[in-house]
Nanobody
Framework: VQLQASGGGLVQAGGSLRLSCAASGRTLSTYGMAWFRQAPGKEREFVAAISRYGGMTSYADSVKDRFTISRDNAKNTVYLQMNKLTPEDTAIYYC?????????????????WGQGTLVTVSS
């Protein structure tokens, strides 16, 4: 499966963005999906995950109650709605697909990765 992330950009603190991850090559419902991010000079970190049909979601503590992960399998797309953004959310955001359908916080369990989309939050 090929993943294409989009929707990043420059936003002021307190603003919102919605990231999209479009999949091609395989039916997205086969996979658990997640978003990870990597800030400058930092390691990649887990942001949010969703199971293959959307019944289960999980979030990093740092984004809980601000970010929402969702998916539309008919459109082969996963979303990340980001609200109340802060400068600490500045990072490249990557979507990832995990065979087997369940979500996971562990990056190494994801076999397919998108190219990343840059989110910059100004103070």
């Amino acid at each position: 499966v090929q993943l294409q992330a989009s929707g990043g950009g420059l936003v002021q603190a307190g603003g919102s963005l919605r990231l999209s991850c479009a999949a091609s090559g395989r039916t997205l419902s086969t996979y658990g999906m997640a978003w990870f991010r990597q800030a400058p000079g930092k390691e990649r970190e887990f942001v949010a995950a969703i199971s293959r049909y959307g019944g289960m979601t999980s979030y990093a503590d740092s984004v809980k109650d601000r970010f929402t992960i969702s998916r539309d399998n008919a459109k082969n797309t996963v979303y990340l709605q980001m609200n109340k953004l802060t400068p600490e959310d500045t990072a490249i955001y990557y979507c990832a697909a995990k065979p087997g359908g369940g979500g996971s916080l562990v990056g190494s369990q994801y076999h397919y990765w998108g190219q990343g989309t840059l989110v910059t939050v100004s103070s």
